[in-house]
């Protein structure tokens, strides 16, 4: 009786506020796919749609609908284009829920102008800022990859610990880059590592012969890259290596990527760098998942970006409704232990469980296990070139 | 620790790091500065879509080196892309002509003020700039073949046996040559043919150069064509030392613009010594010379600090600064620029 | 169609398509894009009163733009002691060490008259001042951007109202449109464009490199508001009861729970819409005030004289007319103008992000607004923000769409088909061109010409 009644009061509101079709749920991805890391999402969105699609696909999900995915290009750096993005996905399409944003201004921006005011669960698998620790978010934001405060740290003992004392640093002059950058130079210094030049560099720019020739001439022999692969980040590296300035260079997340090798090639071996996620069975089901959906499952924030899509699923599940702040509530209970252990793929299992009124654990792609601000711990895998970018071990 | 003559080393890290890039950088930005300033002399504007107008015409070149690769057609050890320069050039001398028999010939029969044709460009501006995007999209294009390297600084170590290396790259090579060539004829051609003259006498006193007789149809023709040969080459250039990537042109037309000022606008000479002050100014005053004075300084006085001017941040500002300097000095620049 | 019907008219059309907005798409949607068109306007008034009344060829609205956005920070955001203890001091001293040296500077270099090495001297005095300064700064800047880099690392603000902020950005652009104008306005046309483009660029690179100051590429965000925020108002009885009174007829009927519930999502969608509101009106009556100001300024003695010069300087100047000095004070004041309108903008958006100031967006476009608005006239400047700014947002899914219908005999999975849907987002700048480059052919005075009708 108390379900029919809640399904009633359900329908009625969604037709006082003119919401959706009852058969399909619509769901938000906002993502960068133009500007400075357009590369990186090519694989990111179709991570996430896998998860929306494996849940549609069950026929489980809230007595058999369907969700439909609405893409929103949030640009990366014009937080107006993605305030105005993501007001039209939510005032204007209705979406439930917010897959993204990808870079952390823009995720700010939406977090603040929309999200939060409009009450609408966002779980961004990329924005990595520090700051966004501390966002007044009233528990609508979450994100499945770890603040850079970490990965700068990890970083630095990475390189510490293969033998290097003395490094020059260059950053993308974004808040990105610049978090980045700050956590790793305090980090190597307090490892007793020297750092003797940090300098930002601009995308998108006509030249980098000036940058370079001062990297290289501060004394270093490896350079630590903290930029875009398909941005200044490559023009640095290219340069460089044109000038015979650097043997070795660390890279950050954001340059990591096939392109890199395939653009410069042989003399990247030995380039070494860190990348979020740890080594797990998910991560190893969900790579199999996606490769044979033809997406590149190892590339940055992949699985976090399933990990988004599916924690917003189970989340919707465990309401038993598209309420916008029921979802809020139990992003927390199916994200963190107690509950039956759920990988990647096994959508389902969990859908159903979470039908039958009991509690799940998303383990993921990415074993997600959410702190109380709603962000992950980070583990990291130190990755080196070889002949492409291979798993050293895990941090 | 070092081999070699210490100031043998402080050279070539100089010459490596500071003096090639800046040439090479310098050529490219003279090339730009130069077509900015022909269609002022003659025509009496600042072509805002100079920038875009370069990014059309690599763009072309670009498509067609793609096509020629894949009939298997090369130039052996040097880039595909100069043989589909020629290409490249005679496209972008059609959509000048073109843009100019449907934008600015209006405008130059009912003679508008200058201004009026400083907006139009803006206007052309955002017509290329959309265009060239959506023709070949935003990304970073890669048509490089050829031989990437004349000498490595691994192989010039070893040659010469010092701790320094020098590095050439074929498109630092081909883009100081290709600059010097195309200069010496430009110089030629205003100098010594007749419609190089007429131009000269059409930038220089425009009612004066009508009575004598000369077309003014024909003179803003060669202006294009010349113009249209100027910003492909530098484009094209440019793009084979650097990348090719649409957005990029918009921020080189502001160090183009400068370099033309600080020459003063009209004055091809004057856009030669600006590029190349401009492009030497940016590396110079942000290079850290640390590792220079190391090798140069006895070793009690080696210096702690990286001896930086500039930080790198403000590299972008570099020309800015210098030309607002140079304009307060002389206000229609060094080589004192024409005024409309 | 009678010249002064033409105003109502085209204003008329312009509201229309707004409305069209908000059935179409959703309300929401189109409040956003009417208070960035107010937002548009405003600036577009500032560049119109130095390129409309004094022909003043002005390309560094950006940087203005992005001064009155500096100023919300450091008026609105709370102080930050532990900055400000460690390096409050020396900063300070840093700052009069500057102005001082700067006034001896500029007394050596009167004083030392036509006597010989003047320029040489001056040169070594600035040196000289530069490392005086830079020894209180360097250490100072250093000391304020380590105080917890993540979170603050810069001075803040002085925790005043945001609406103060406003006049504040107008302030901050006015004093520097009066130090740009007494170095370039001197220098012509072609080569004060360029001047002002360059610096603009250099107070950008400033804006994002001085994190002591602004926090840099690092963005502050979390600005506070003039308006109330919508999570507050979902939860005060006022606005509940207001949502309620407004939707008394669709809530009639229903059962308690089914109405409280129907009730939350309505004043949830209702604060969103509540607060742009909030910011329209706001926004409208600064526009309002400007505007006025404006047109009494225009038609004024001081409007004909200013006109004058821009038609004909040298007659101008032989009627015993301060040339210079009238160009500085337009300067200052359409600059003032633009820095308001930045302060404006950064308000809306909540956070100061220096990274997204680029010169086709915040130059290239504002003087699109002017010139297919109608330069030289207040209202077709005011149309010209309204209109370019649709088209600019709207161009996008239009060209979408319209991609979308033309390739529609293709082959959905088709390359070309997939492309041409790809690249349609820059049909936008295209049509930014077109509309620009035929308003100027046949309609050249812009769509609601100067009414003096001297071009």
Not at chain 1, 47 to 66: I, N, P, Q, V
Not at chain 1, 183 to 195: A, D, H, P, R, T
């Amino acid at each position: 009786m108390k379900k029919t009644f809640l399904t009633a009061a359900l329908v009625v509101v969604m037709t006082a506020t003119g919401f959706a079709q009852s058969s399909v749920v619509k769901v938000g991805i906002i993502l960068g796919f133009t500007g400075p890391i357009e590369s990186l999402t090519q694989d990111m969105a179709p991570g996430a749609e896998l998860a929306f699609k494996e849940a549609s696909d069950s026929g489980l999900f809230l007595g058999g609908k369907r969700i439909k995915v609405i893409r929103g290009d949030s640009t990366c750096v014009d937080a107006a284009a993605a305030t105005a993005v993501a007001e039209r996905l939510v005032t204007s399409d209705k979406v439930v829920a917010i897959m993204g944003a990808a870079c952390s201004g823009a995720t700010t921006a939406v977090v603040n102008n929309v999200s939060v005011p409009n009450g609408v669960v966002t779980i961004s698998p990329s924005a990595t800022s520090p700051a966004l620790s501390t966002i007044k978010d009233k528990g609508y934001f979450f994100r499945t990859a770890p603040s850079d405060a970490r990965q700068g740290q990890v970083l630095a003992q990475v390189a510490i610990d293969r033998g290097i004392k003395k490094i020059a640093v260059t950053f993308t002059n974004n808040d990105y880059g610049k978090g980045l950058a700050d956590s790793f130079v305090s980090g190597f210094k307090k490892l007793g590592g020297k750092v003797t030049i940090n300098a930002p560099h601009e995308d998108g720019k006509a030249d980098y012969s000036a940058e370079v020739g001062a990297l290289a001439a501060s004394g270093a022999d490896e350079l630590a890259v903290l930029g875009y692969v398909d941005q200044g980040g490559l023009g640095i590296i290219q340069a460089s290596l044109d000038a015979g300035a650097f043997k070795r260079f660390v890279v950050g997340d954001g340059m990591i990527g096939q392109s890199i090798i395939d653009r410069i090639g042989d003399d990247m071996i030995g380039t070494f760098g860190t990348l979020p996620g740890g080594v797990s069975e998910g991560r190893a089901k969900f790579v199999q998942m996606a490769t044979k959906a033809g997406i590149n499952g190892e590339g940055p924030y992949v699985t976090t970006s399933y990990d988004a899509a599916a924690l917003i699923v189970l989340a919707m599940q465990a309401a038993g409704s598209t309420n916008r702040s029921a979802i809020r509530s139990k992003v927390m209970m199916v994200a963190n232990a107690p509950g039956e252990k759920i990988l990647p793929g096994e959508l389902a299992k969990g859908l159903k469980i979470l039908k039958a009124g009991g509690d799940v654990d998303y383990v993921g792609a990415s074993s997600v296990e959410f702190n109380d601000v709603g962000e992950v711990f980070g583990t990291y895998r130190e990755m080196e070139i070889k002949k492409s970018f291979q798993l050293i071990q895990v941090r | 620790m070092t081999e070699g003559p210490e100031f043998l080393n402080a050279l070539i890290l100089l010459s490596n790091y500071v003096v090639l890039p800046a040439i090479t950088y310098g050529s490219q930005l003279a090339l730009g500065a130069l077509g900015v300033t022909l269609v002022f002399g003659i025509l009496r504007f600042s072509n805002f879509a100079h920038g875009d107008t370069m990014a059309f015409g690599a763009m072309v070149t670009i498509l067609f080196t793609w096509w020629f690769q894949s009939l298997g057609i090369s130039f052996g050890q040097l880039p595909t892309a100069l043989l589909a320069l020629p290409v490249g050039i005679l496209f972008t001398i059609v959509i000048l002509l073109l843009t100019d028999r449907l934008v600015y010939r209006y405008y130059r029969r009912i003679k508008s003020k200058p201004i009026t044709f400083v907006m139009l460009s803006v206007g052309v501006m955002f017509v290329m700039t959309g265009l060239v995007r959506f023709i070949i999209g935003p990304k970073d294009q890669n048509f490089a073949d050829g031989a990437r390297f004349i000498f490595k600084a691994r192989d010039f170590k070893k040659w010469a046996g010092l701790s320094e290396g020098l590095a050439l790259r074929s498109s630092q090579l081909i883009t100081i040559v290709v600059t010097m060539l195309l200069v010496a004829a430009l110089f030629w051609f205003l100098q010594k043919t007749k419609a190089g003259k007429s131009m000269r006498a059409y930038s220089d006193n425009e009612e004066l150069a009508l009575l004598s007789g000369i077309n003014p149809d024909t003179v803003v023709r060669v202006t294009w064509i010349l113009t249209a040969v100027l910003a492909t080459t530098a484009g094209l250039l440019y793009s084979l030392d650097k990348s090719f990537k649409p957005f990029v042109f918009f921020q080189l037309l502001l160090p183009i613009f400068a370099s033309a000022i600080v020459g003063g606008l009209g004055k091809p000479i004057g856009a030669i010594a600006g590029g190349f002050i401009i492009a030497f100014s940016e590396v110079c005053l942000t290079y850290v010379y640390r590792k220079f004075l190391i090798y140069l300084l006895p070793e009690s006085m080696e210096p702690e600090t990286l001896v930086q001017l500039l930080s790198t941040e403000y590299k972008f500002a570099v020309s800015f600064i210098i030309l607002v300097l140079v304009l307060l000095i002389a206000p229609t620049g060094l080589f004192k620029g024409k005024v409309v | 169609m009678k010249p002064k019907q033409r105003p109502f008219i085209v204003f008329a059309i312009m509201a229309a398509m707004l409305l069209i907005v908000g059935f179409v798409q959703s309300w929401s949607v189109a409040l956003v894009i009417l208070n960035l068109c107010l937002v548009s306007a405003i600036m577009a008034l500032g560049v119109n009163i130095q390129w409309g009344y004094a022909g003043l060829f002005n390309v560094g609205i950006m940087g203005f733009t992005a001064l009155g956005g500096v100023a919300v920070l450091l008026v609105s955001m709370a102080p930050v002691s532990a900055a400000l203890e460690v390096g409050g001091g020396q900063m300070a001293l840093a700052a009069v060490t500057l102005i001082v040296g700067c006034i001896a500077v500029v007394i050596l270099y009167r004083a030392w008259g036509e006597r010989l090495f003047r320029k040489t001297v001056t040169c070594l005095a600035v040196i000289a001042v530069f490392f005086l300064v830079h020894s209180f700064y360097g250490p100072a800047s250093d000391a304020i951007e380590a105080v917890d880099p993540a979170k603050t690392g810069y001075l803040g603000g002085l925790g005043l109202p945001v609406i103060l902020s406003w006049v504040a950005g107008g302030l901050l652009a006015a004093g520097a449109a009066w130090l740009i104008g007494k170095i370039t306005l001197d220098l012509r046309t072609d080569y004060l464009a360029i001047a002002t483009l360059g610096i603009a660029e250099i107070i950008i690179s400033l804006l994002k490199n001085e994190d002591w100051l602004t926090r840099g590429v690092k963005n502050v965000t979390g600005l506070p508001r003039p308006v109330p925020f919508e999570l507050d108002l979902q939860e005060s009885p006022w606005f509940i009861d207001l949502v309620e009174t407004f939707n008394r007829g669709a809530l009639a009927g229903l059962g308690n729970t089914e109405r409280a519930d129907a009730l939350r999502m309505l004043s949830m969608e209702g604060s969103g819409i509540f607060v742009k509101l909030c910011y329209a009106g706001l926004f409208m009556i600064v526009l309002t005030i400007i505007f006025t100001l404006c047109s009494l300024a225009l038609h004024s003695p001081w409007g004909r004289m200013i006109r004058a010069i821009r038609d004909n300087e040298t007659a101008a100047a032989a009627m015993g007319k301060n040339v210079t000095g009238r160009r500085l004070q337009i300067f200052v004041l359409g600059s003032a103008v633009v820095g308001i309108a930045g302060a404006m903008l950064t308000t809306l958006d909540g956070q100061f992000t220096p990274g997204t100031y680029n010169p086709l967006r915040y130059t290239f476009l504002i003087w699109v607004m002017v010139v297919v608005g109608g330069s030289g006239n207040n209202l077709g400047s005011i149309l010209g923000g309204f209109l370019i700014w649709f088209v600019w947002i709207e161009a996008e899914p239009v060209g979408i769409w319209l991609m979308d219908v033309l390739t529609s005999g293709f082959d959905p999975a088709s390359e070309f088909r997939a492309r041409m849907l790809d690249n349609a987002q820059y049909m936008r700048l295209m049509v930014m061109g077109v509309v620009l480059l035929l308003v100027m052919r046949f309609s050249p005075g812009g769509i609601l010409p100067e009414k003096t009708g001297h071009r």
